[in-house]
């Protein structure tokens, strides 16, 4: 198998908070001993509930936090041990689209000028230059060039994330962070910016991140997936083999939550019992608390992630006996 674009080794990242004003400081748990690699040009899903470690594992790999311990390589290279000039040039293979592209960026900028920052910060451009890639990334994401003269308030949530794909892909990056794109829209526009994903993948052979709470966004644009739980993976494999034979009690929990009739939206909301705070994680598995299957052992046994079948992944005793029914 060729080497990996990206592999990141036993990551933890932890937060020092203070307990209340007066209280003692404690430490969140947000990302826990997680391992996982892409090859390039594949889209890898990351599934899991608000609180899971998702945007904090993403913005470690933006390198915006730095690991608490563990490695990531990109290319190869361990991206904390980078020189400057390698790091800045690095900078540009990995980039991000949000959510809401346009929540950190000045509303009075024209929709050209915000495409075109990307650009002017990486690149040694002349301004006609600049103005030719602008319309080309416009195209590209199925804009008309005309729209670079427009405010992001003259556009709708579609044409709005359009645009931030347009900037996320301006440098030509070779990794692109994918954090939840489509939950701010409309059912029907969803389909339409991830099929563009789909075709820019293709053309360009980007390779995806897509971190998502909805399954059926993961199992449309993605060829394996990682499900978390309080900042470990739990559950790793081929999306075909995690949708038709879950092993881990949550992941088939998340897949049973998926509504029959429409399968575009599901609520995390089919079991009892919160997700337990990031802050003192309990020494077993950690979904012990709300699994409806733990026994014992699962309380006080910490739980390594074990390659039950080739190329998939478990956190479960139980679920690696294939004990579980359901
Ligand atoms: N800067 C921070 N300081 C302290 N705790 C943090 C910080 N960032 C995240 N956390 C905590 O780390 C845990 C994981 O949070 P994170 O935002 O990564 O989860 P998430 O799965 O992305 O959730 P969401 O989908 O709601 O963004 C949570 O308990 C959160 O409160």
Aim: charge should be neutral.
């Amino acid at each position: 198998m060729a080497t990996p674009i990206l592999e990141v080794e036993q990551l933890k990242k932890f937060f020092s908070v203070r307990n209340g004003w007066f209280g003692k400081m404690q430490t969140v748990h947000a990302v826990d001993d997680v391992s996982f690699s892409l090859q390039e040009g594949e889209c890898f899903g990351l599934v899991g509930e608000s609180g899971c470690g998702k945007s904090t594992l993403s913005r470690t790999l933006l390198k915006l936090y730095a690991p608490t311990t563990g490695t990531i390589r990109f290319n190869g290279q361990d991206l904390f041990s980078l020189n400057k000039r390698d790091a800045r040039k690095n900078s540009k293979n990995i980039q991000m689209v949000f959510q809401d592209p346009f929540w950190s960026i000045n509303p009075k900028m024209k929709i050209g000028a915000i495409i075109e920052e990307p650009l002017l910060t990486h690149m040694r451009l002349s301004f006609t230059e600049r103005e030719h890639k602008v319309r080309e990334l416009l195209e590209q994401v199925g804009l008309p060039a005309d729209f670079a003269g427009r405010f992001p308030h003259q556009l709708s949530g579609g044409q709005r994330q359009r645009v931030g794909i347009a900037r996320a892909i301006a440098l030509d990056p070779r990794l692109v962070i994918l954090d939840e794109p489509t939950s701010a829209l409309d059912m029907s526009v969803q389909a339409q910016i991830l099929n563009l994903l789909k075709d820019l993948q293709e053309k360009k052979n980007l390779t995806y991140l897509l971190v998502s709470h909805d399954l059926s966004v993961i199992k449309h644009m993605c060829s394996r997936l990682a499900v978390m739980y309080l900042g470990q993976i739990v559950e790793m494999g081929s999306t075909e083999e995690i949708f038709n034979d879950p092993l881990h009690p949550y992941t088939k929990l998340l897949l049973q939550s998926l509504p029959v009739i429409d399968e575009t939206e599901f609520a995390l909301t089919f079991y009892e019992g919160e997700m337990p705070k990031a802050v003192n994680p309990p020494p077993g598995c950690r979904f012990a608390t709300r699994c409806p299957y733990h026994m014992d052992i699962c309380q006080t046994e910490p739980q390594e992630l074990r390659e039950v079948r080739p190329g998939h992944w478990l956190r479960c005793q139980i679920g690696a006996a294939n004990e579980i029914k359901m």
